[in-house]
């Protein structure tokens, strides 16, 4: 198996990991702490959000640099590590602090007394665990921008393992308190493991440490236009959550968080694979035509198995919901499936995402992230939700769907191909029919629930599945473009 192959695979397993532990701890924290405090979960994670500022457009430049440094040794990459961890520290000063006090301000507007003061401390430790996180991943991209994505995979996978295993313990004794302490155990691991690992194996090197005016000047150019991106998207979650708590409460939100966190962490499985492109085009030294061939078969791989995933969680939404809630609720799956199909059009638009990551053109990617909260608070200004909170849950779904597919239309202009051969014509039948399916599934079940026709349901999704596989070559595609 090639390098981008092993990458790629590694990546996946992480994805995998990463759902498994966060399905877990949800349906730990559920059960043990219930839907309401699921939903000031949700309320914490929108304001804790913005703590990914400090490393995001950081973390994409080291990967860019480690890249391009390549054979330049140790002693460059040390120095490229230097100028972020400068960067980021500075940050992570400046952001916990108006995250601590703007986040009080935020949670005692958007939640009643009696969670209050619990939830204040929760912030604090929330806050610490992802400042330390930031600095983790610092770290992280070292590994990435020199290909070493399988060892990323093994010591953030054991992270997730070790979040879940203690989240299980520790949220029976404090609630929402022990996954916070949960939280900062990882970000501590993760962090101390992975500075070992680089040091151990020299590469990065304790008297390489230098702050090179360039380098900082570099990854802070870089880093500024991802940070606008991560700003933008981020006022895209507190926004809806906040108009969500106002039409549908703390069981209606707490319902959008199990449903987008679900998805987004399968989600990550597909993007993950998608993140090898950006050391991938960053040094890629071949003809344009030759890139765009390449990037042509792997968006529609991408697409291909993104179209798996979602697929997967419509025919099973019925399931989740009885492992979660012990019942099968239309309101739930309703969120699932309106999250679902926004992040699906998202993920199918990855690979152009981090094509223009390993280019450093980064206007369409702004452009996209404007779209998603532009039309976000147009529609939840326009539209009644509080006459039907249900209609709450589809919004963020067409944000993600208008703004994704501006993104992919850009790129097919960048790499000089039409929309029809990068989606072509099977694909977008499979889309009509995830669509259409979910469609009709919530608007039947309002009058035949129960579980024969759910079974009769997932049965037509997984024969929509094996038509896909077989059809579209999934596994000689993916043997191809990865060389197996």
């Given at each position: ?283 890629f030294n071949k003809t344009a035509a030759e890139l765009s061939d390449f990037l042509v078969q792997f ?186």
């Amino acid at each position: 198996m090639s390098r981008l192959g092993r990458n790629a695979r590694s990546l996946l397993i992480q994805g995998i990991v990463s759902a498994l532990s966060q399905l877990f701890v949800y349906k730990v924290l559920i059960t043990r702490a219930g839907t309401a405090n699921m939903g000031a979960w949700a309320v914490i994670m929108a304001v804790t959000g913005f703590a990914g500022i400090a490393g995001a457009g950081i973390s994409a430049g080291v990967v860019r640099e480690i890249s391009i440094a390549g054979v330049k040794g140790s002693l460059q990459k040390s120095q490229v590590v230097t100028a972020a961890l400068c960067l980021t520290l500075v940050y992570n000063f400046v952001l916990f602090w108006l995250l601590y006090y703007g986040g009080t301000a935020y949670i005692q507007h958007t939640l009643s007394g009696a969670y209050f003061a619990d939830l204040q401390s929760v912030l604090l430790l929330t806050l610490v665990s992802l400042m330390i996180g930031s600095i983790g991943n610092v770290f992280l991209s070292v590994l990435d921008g020199s290909n070493l994505f399988a060892k990323r995979a093994l010591i953030v996978s054991i992270g997730y393992l070790f979040y879940a295993i203690s989240s299980g313990f520790l949220i029976s004794s404090y609630g929402l308190r022990g996954l916070s302490y949960s939280l900062c155990a990882q970000s501590i691991f993760i962090l101390i493991t992975t500075l070992v690992y680089l040091l151990y194996h020299r590469i990065l090197l304790l008297n390489g440490i230098a702050l090179v005016r360039s380098q900082v000047k570099t990854l802070f150019g870089y880093g500024t236009s991802l940070q606008l991106i991560n700003v933008i998207m981020l006022f895209f979650d507190p926004i809806t959550k906040y108009f969500i708590t106002q039409s549908a409460g703390l069981t209606g939100v707490g319902y959008y968080e199990m449903a987008n966190r679900l998805v987004m962490q399968v989600r990550n499985m597909v993007v993950g694979t998608s993140q090898v492109l950006v050391p991938r085009v960053a040094t890629f030294n071949k003809t344009a035509a030759e890139l765009s061939d390449f990037l042509v078969q792997f968006f529609k791989l991408n697409m291909n198995i993104a179209l798996l995933v979602a697929l997967t969680i419509s025919g099973f939404s019925w399931v989740v919901s009885i492992f979660w809630l012990n019942k099968v609720d239309n309101l739930f799956i309703l969120a699932l499936m309106s999250s679902n199909i926004g992040w699906f059009v998202n993920t199918m638009s990855a690979p152009a995402y981090y094509y223009y990551l390993g280019k450093g053109r980064l206007n369409a990617n702004i452009v996209q992230h404007i779209f998603f909260a532009l039309i976000t608070v147009v529609l939840f200004m326009i539209v009644p939700v509080n006459a039907d909170s249900s209609i709450s849950f589809v919004i963020p779904a067409i944000a993600l769907i208008v703004g994704s597919m501006y993104l992919v239309w850009v790129f097919s202009r960048s790499i000089k191909v039409s929309m029809t051969e990068l989606i072509d014509h099977r694909l977008q039948l499979v889309t009509g029919i995830l669509i259409l399916s979910a469609i009709i599934y919530l608007l039947v079940f309002s009058y035949l629930p129960g579980l024969v026709y759910s079974i009769l349901f997932t049965a037509f999704v997984v024969s929509v599945m094996i038509f896909l596989v077989i059809k579209q070559k999934l596994v000689v595609t993916a043997r191809s473009i990865f060389k197996v």
